[in-house]
């Protein structure tokens, strides 16, 4: 199976702040990964789909790159909104994995 | 408005058995393949399988092999999902989620989980 390694694991961070969550894989999955925002008692919410293509509605604020193995979702000016988990997942083979999930919370 | 509905919480023993349902509506429901993930509490998504709602065609992961049986039902819409054997390491929310797929020239593109259920919470408890 296809592991995904995502950094850091959790981050206090301020409202405006620029944040980087990375995630890293154990093979090549070509751009197939997805990020997805999670709030307590919430289920996932797609952000990014294909690498770098924000889901609509999506704040412009979000975006992704990467590619093969290393992978980042950039949150360029946080909001108070954003504070929440965040996953990454690879579509590029089944089964389908996720990160472990990266935490922010605010300082 | 594309929406999964799923069943009510549930609590079981260990041992038991549990089927959670997802209707799916506002959109053709063989079109699109179905997903369970599950999060257990304080704990990260775990993929559990698939369901191809057009053939009825299944995955699981290996970890449930044995264990889960998803099924569909055209008429209404509806995934199931049902696990067996039942342990306290199985209390979890369980969600459903529609897996989109878009199509290139070159063959199949992205492939992402653009809608999800509201979650079911089983407790596996004595």
């Known amino acids: 199976d296809i592991q995904m390694t995502q950094s850091p694991s959790s981050l206090s961070a301020s409202v405006g702040d620029r944040v980087t969550i990375t995630c890293r894989i154990s093979?090549?999955?070509?751009?197939?990964l997805n990020w997805y925002q999670q709030k307590p008692g919430k289920a996932p919410k797609l952000l990014i789909y294909?690498?770098?293509t924000l889901q609509s509605g999506v704040p412009s604020r979000f975006s992704g790159s990467g590619s093969g193995t290393d992978f980042t979702l950039t949150i360029s000016s946080l909001q108070p909104e954003d504070f929440a988990t965040y996953y990454c997942q690879q579509s590029y083979t089944t089964p389908r994995t996720f990160g472990q999930g990266t935490k922010l919370e605010i300082k | 408005q594309v929406q999964l509905v799923q069943s009510g919480a549930e609590v079981k023993k260990p041992g038991a058995s549990v089927k959670v349902s997802c209707k799916a509506s506002g959109y053709t429901f063989t079109t699109y393949s179905m997903h369970w993930v599950r999060q257990a509490p304080g704990q990260g998504l775990e993929w559990m399988g698939i369901i191809n709602p057009s053939g009825g065609s299944t995955s699981y992961a290996r970890k449930f092999q044995g264990r889960v049986t998803m099924t569909r039902d055209t008429s209404t819409s509806t995934v199931y999902m049902e696990l067996s054997s039942l342990r306290s390491e199985d209390t979890a929310v369980y969600y459903c989620a529609r897996e989109f797929g878009i199509t290139t020239v070159r063959g199949v593109g992205p492939e992402f989980f653009d809608y999800w259920g509201q979650g079911t919470l089983v407790t596996v408890s004595s």
């Open positions: 093979q090549s999955i070509s751009s197939y």
């Open positions: 294909g690498t770098s």
